[in-house]
């Protein structure tokens, strides 16, 4: 937490879900490319080696043709549980210069079987912060938490 006269640096999506957290985390992983762009955007591009040190490289389209690449390195991966990843280097731990945030996505059991999930998004900087919330992250990854619930409840 941050003090009063520190600005926080994180944007927090929490949500209680009504499926297992193994399912919502195998579905996470498993069918990505469905659910990471919120609709209308597509992701025709999505190469994932999910592992801790793996490389992803996503890219979502809207439907004017605008394009948002993005691609990164999982640092942390604990199954059924817990997917950190971060922007911060490419395949082969090659930096980032232009670096902007690292995500801790947590798979918390409840006790009706449920999930709380929990999806942190960690800046390097109060301008990246401010940026992230601005371009809509709390609607934009509400909305795609949305779609990956819809496809867990299919499985």
Request: glycine share 6%; aromatic share 12%; hydrophobic share 35%.
């Given at each position: 937490?941050?003090?009063?006269?520190e600005?926080?640096?994180e944007?927090i999506l929490?949500?209680?879900?009504?499926?297992?957290?193994?399912?919502?985390f195998?579905?996470?992983?498993q069918?990505?490319?469905?659910?990471?762009?919120?609709?209308?955007?597509t992701t025709?591009?999505?190469?994932?080696?999910?592992?801790?040190g793996?490389?992803f490289k996503?890219l979502m389209?809207d439907p004017?043709g605008?394009e948002y690449?993005?691609?990164?390195?999982?640092?942390?991966i604990e199954?059924?549980?817990?997917?950190v990843l971060?922007?911060?280097?490419d395949?082969?731990?090659?930096?980032?210069?232009?670096?902007f945030?690292?995500a801790?996505?947590?798979?918390d059991p409840?006790?009706?079987?449920g999930?709380?999930?929990t999806?942190r998004a960690?800046?390097?900087?109060?301008?990246?912060?401010k940026?992230?919330k601005?371009?809509g992250?709390?609607e934009?990854?509400?909305q795609?938490?949305?779609q990956l619930i819809?496809?867990a409840?299919?499985?």
């Open positions: 937490m941050s003090s009063p006269t600005p926080s640096l944007l929490t949500r209680d879900i009504p499926v297992s957290p193994e399912k919502l195998q579905t996470w992983h069918r990505l490319q469905e659910w990471w762009a919120p609709k209308p955007l025709p591009v999505c190469e994932v080696d999910f592992r801790p793996g490389a996503t389209r004017e605008t690449p993005a691609c990164g390195i999982f640092l942390d199954k059924g549980s817990r997917i971060t922007d911060a280097y395949a082969g731990w090659k930096p980032n210069p232009a670096i945030f690292t801790v996505i947590t798979f409840l006790p009706d079987g999930t709380r999930y999806a960690l800046h390097w900087t109060e301008e990246n912060c940026k992230h601005e371009m992250f709390h934009g990854w509400a795609c938490l949305d819809e496809i409840k299919q499985n």
